[in-house]
């Protein structure tokens, strides 16, 4: 805006100096591009015109027509990172009496944008493995492409099953990787499995058939009735370390993830008798020892509840109670030792016992 009002007075007084020594400017023209505005000015006194001046700075983008202005790359990026979509940012814009941008334009540019993210954190996560192998080397490791692991899948749904239909309730889901050799915890690699387009139905309305995936504009990488599996989030990103030479010795995750026996089908394309060992996790196991002491059947007279509810939440009581001194136990132990896992096994079996 500044740089506007510069050029619109230096202008007028190269041009009108002799003719209008005091300009009265008032706005000429505007123009809007997306959340980006271009202005000109005009002279009340003399009728000079500024030259149009764009409120934006551009990028090149590659494709063909008017470049893109960084505010609206800039909107969208942040987008991205937000629960707010394209719709319910029009609405806030007009709730601000801000013009909105067409609803066109946004949702172009932010498969654009979408593309490029996706881009940059490929590279960025090639990046770390690079980095992560450097650790290992300086580390003096015998084989510096080894990359222990944690991971686990994530579903946009809160049960995988559906109470009314014969399928899984959720129609996403993503499996994450995080190098566990750093104290950096990196994320090394991620896979999305989805099974939602929009395209699909919008061409059945009018009239043309298709399937998913497959179509051109396609955004589901699975059929409808293919099952989410962890199994096979595991094995695309085991493909996904074994093209970087990455070879995974140890596999975190919770106690019903078969995503380790994915990496491990993955990584025999590297070496035929490669052996992937699953380690279990510590917040995963505790939960898990919630639930068999809860299942465990008591006697009794173990509790002395009037109604079977009272019974059941004395019941979940202990499970929490033990839960608790195990996991406060195994930390104690765990610090004790300064993380070493071997002194750690050793003295768990003498030190974990709770008193009735």
């Given at each position: 805006?500044?740089e506007?009002?510069?050029?619109?007075?230096?202008?007028?007084?190269?041009?009108?100096?002799?003719v209008?020594?005091?300009?009265?400017?008032?706005i000429?023209?505007?123009?809007?591009?997306?959340?980006?505005?271009?202005y000109s000015?005009?002279?009340?006194?003399?009728g000079?015109?500024?030259?149009?001046?764009k409120l934006?700075?551009?990028?090149?983008t590659g494709?063909?027509?008017?470049?893109?202005?960084a505010?609206n790359i800039?909107?969208?990026?942040?987008?991205?990172?937000?629960p707010l979509?394209?719709?319910?940012?029009?609405?806030?814009?007009?709730?601000?009496?801000?013009?909105?941008?067409?609803?066109?334009g946004?949702?172009?540019?932010s498969?654009?944008?979408?593309s490029k993210?996706t881009?940059?954190?490929n590279?960025?996560m090639?990046?770390?493995?690079?980095?992560v192998?450097?650790?290992?080397?300086?580390?003096g490791a015998s084989?510096?492409n080894?990359?222990?692991v944690?991971l686990?899948?994530r579903?946009?749904?809160?049960?995988?099953?559906?109470?009314?239909k014969?399928?899984?309730g959720?129609s996403?889901?993503?499996?994450?990787?995080c190098e566990?050799?750093?104290d950096?915890?990196?994320?090394?690699s991620?896979?999305?499995?989805?099974?939602l387009c929009w395209?699909?139905?919008?061409?059945?309305?009018t009239?043309?058939t298709?399937?998913?995936?497959?179509?051109?504009?396609?955004?589901?990488?699975?059929?409808?009735?293919a099952?989410?599996?962890?199994?096979?989030m595991?094995?695309?990103?085991?493909?996904?370390l074994?093209i970087q030479?990455v070879?995974i010795k140890?596999a975190t995750?919770?106690?019903?993830?078969?995503s380790a026996?994915g990496?491990?089908?993955?990584?025999?394309?590297l070496?035929?008798?490669?052996?992937v060992?699953?380690?279990?996790?510590r917040?995963h196991?505790?939960?898990?020892?919630?639930?068999?002491?809860?299942?465990a059947?008591?006697?009794d007279?173990?509790?002395r509840?009037k109604t079977?509810?009272?019974?059941?939440?004395?019941?979940?009581?202990l499970s929490q109670d033990?839960?608790?001194r195990?996991?406060?136990?195994?930390?104690?132990?765990?610090?004790?030792?300064?993380?070493?896992?071997d002194?750690?096994k050793?003295?768990?079996?003498?030190?974990?016992i709770?008193?009735?």
């Amino acid at each position: 805006m500044v740089e506007m009002w510069n050029i619109a007075i230096q202008t007028h007084a190269d041009e009108e100096a002799e003719v209008c020594a005091v300009p009265q400017f008032k706005i000429n023209t505007e123009e809007k591009w997306g959340i980006g505005w271009k202005y000109s000015l005009k002279c009340l006194n003399c009728g000079y015109i500024s030259p149009v001046v764009k409120l934006y700075k551009e990028i090149t983008t590659g494709k063909r027509g008017r470049k893109a202005a960084a505010v609206n790359i800039n909107l969208q990026a942040g987008l991205l990172d937000m629960p707010l979509g394209n719709s319910m940012t029009r609405l806030l814009l007009a709730d601000l009496d801000i013009p909105p941008p067409a609803e066109s334009g946004m949702s172009k540019l932010s498969s654009y944008v979408s593309s490029k993210t996706t881009d940059l954190n490929n590279e960025s996560m090639r990046t770390k493995v690079e980095e992560v192998k450097n650790v290992n080397r300086r580390k003096g490791a015998s084989n510096p492409n080894v990359i222990n692991v944690a991971l686990d899948g994530r579903y946009n749904c809160l049960t995988i099953g559906h109470s009314k239909k014969p399928r899984q309730g959720a129609s996403q889901s993503i499996g994450i990787a995080c190098e566990t050799n750093t104290d950096r915890k990196y994320i090394i690699s991620a896979v999305l499995q989805n099974k939602l387009c929009w395209t699909r139905p919008w061409l059945r309305n009018t009239g043309i058939t298709v399937n998913c995936p497959g179509h051109e504009g396609c955004t589901a990488n699975l059929t409808r009735h293919a099952p989410l599996s962890e199994r096979e989030m595991g094995r695309i990103i085991g493909e996904d370390l074994s093209i970087q030479g990455v070879l995974i010795k140890f596999a975190t995750t919770d106690g019903d993830s078969t995503s380790a026996t994915g990496i491990e089908e993955a990584m025999r394309t590297l070496h035929p008798m490669w052996k992937v060992e699953r380690l279990a996790d510590r917040a995963h196991l505790s939960a898990s020892q919630f639930r068999q002491c809860f299942k465990a059947n008591f006697s009794d007279g173990m509790f002395r509840g009037k109604t079977k509810v009272e019974k059941t939440n004395q019941k979940k009581t202990l499970s929490q109670d033990i839960k608790s001194r195990c996991s406060l136990v195994i930390k104690e132990i765990y610090s004790t030792y300064c993380g070493d896992v071997d002194k750690l096994k050793d003295s768990l079996p003498g030190k974990v016992i709770y008193a009735h």
